[in-house]
């Protein structure tokens, strides 16, 4: 029986550092995309600025638990290895998650901040001054952490994909595939916190900007996975048997089945099915708040699935133990 | 005086091994390796059926690369390669990531549980800087094991490999193994 040395604490990772990279980038999105002058998507602009710091706060939190010894995470820190992809993505996540921390303040509402330092001690002065309005400077953050965004999505894949060990992993696909999936899955957060936030009815114009932007980001991911099936294919006989994971081996079903038909394609159908006619006939956009709660759920799901499909299938490919395997 | 250029690695002779582990048992004992972790172990294949069949036996462990994946890999550097090409994990530094585990293409590192680090065949460097043979060298009964220094060429290492043929494991990695397999 192989030992699976990286287990769910870093699928969760994986995918809750890629929620936040797909948050930040679609909100930041948003917040560029005006109409006559007005901002288009304000709502979703300050949700996804408002959601995006935590889950890559809380998967951060999960890959420190996940050491051997947690405590020397630092090290990370008092060493850079430009060749080591972890290295570069400590800081990147690092960077990324502040500039995600100080957008979210930027979008607080006035109360909320006030009432936030209402809590600070009033002799922590040094705290008190940090009590600035930063929402002119919105846009200036949000293109800071564009880079820094895209970076997260790619890295996590990269992470992967660098190690040459593992054949199931690595080619370039995987990187793109998972800055994709992590943009969808963004996409999709909001999505879903539009419909579920009943405090506000929702707006067909944010609704139709969200499962356009999901349209294009889950096309994207497809154009990655039939490349990296097909490539594999017909590459070398390593990278084939490591294919064999999700192509007849134990991988199969949860790779065909959960996550590209119920995880990508049938999202995906939703979301055209519900474009379709203000797409074709000119009529106007009609989201049905259920069918966009199930695409939602349907793309997180999908996310999810791909970090454990990869992160498992790819620990057990490597260049001398595939013949043992089948 | 400048020092010295070492190259140390191993040949082995894999048609002389009789699966008798104890190069196995000599390494645990040596290196107090945890019950169920291994830094080397003989790898058995079979071929044929009986009566007309074959059985090899061919030892395996740290392949202690030219270029190193699990030292790439790193991200605190705790994973490093001493000039003479040993291939060490410094555990002060090393957070437990296992990232290098993940990395090595003939999975000859494990995690010890109790410190929380990477661990791996260290070629028995305390015992090879005082200039005796690691511990799996050393107990061989059948001599399979052939330790030396690649830049000393009245080695016998040295001698093996120029007038031998041999292979490499999984050379397709990049990582240029340094355990040498006479064939």
Known sequence: MHEFNWGLLIVVYLFLGGLSAGLFFAAGLANYLEVDGQPAHPRIARMGALLAPWPVAIGSGLLILDLGHWYRFYKLFTHFRWESPMSIGSYLLTIFTLIAFVYAFAWLPEDWRQRLFAKVPATWKQVHRLNVDLSAHRKTIAMAGFPFSIGVGIYTGVLLGAVSARPFWNTNLVAQMFLFSALSSGTAALLLALVLDKRNPVEQRDLKFLVWLDVIFISLELFIILPYLIHGQLSVLAVKQALWLILGGPYTFVFWVCFLGFGLLVPLGIEVYELAPSLLKGRPFHGSRNLALTAAGLVLFGGFLLRYIFVYAGQLSSFHKMGMLR | ?183
């Open chain 2, 1 to 183: 005086m400048a020092m010295k250029k070492r190259r140390y690695a191993l040949v082995i002779d894999s048609r002389k091994c009789i699966n008798c582990k104890a190069c196995a048992v000599a390494c645990k004992a040596e290196n107090e390796v945890p019950v169920g972790n291994f830094r080397n172990w003989i790898n058995e294949s079979h071929q044929g059926e009986y009566p007309k069949l074959r059985i090899d036996f061919e030892p395996e462990q740290c392949h202690h690369c030219e270029h190193p994946s699990c030292v790439r890999v790193c991200p605190t550097g705790a994973s490093w390669q001493r000039k003479d090409g040993v291939v060490l994990v410094a555990e002060d530094d090393c957070i437990g990531c296992r990232y290098c585990m993940i990395a090595c293409p003939y999975d000859a590192r494990y995690f010890h549980e109790e410190s929380g680090t990477v661990h791996k065949c260290t070629l028995c460097i305390h015992r090879i800087d005082g200039g005796v043979l690691p511990a799996c060298v050393e107990t061989c009964p059948s001599k399979v094991r052939v330790f030396g220094d690649l830049e000393d060429p009245t080695s016998r290492i040295h001698e093996l490999l120029s007038t031998r043929r041999y292979q490499v494991k999984e050379p397709q990695t990049g990582n240029g193994p340094q355990l040498y397999y006479l064939v």
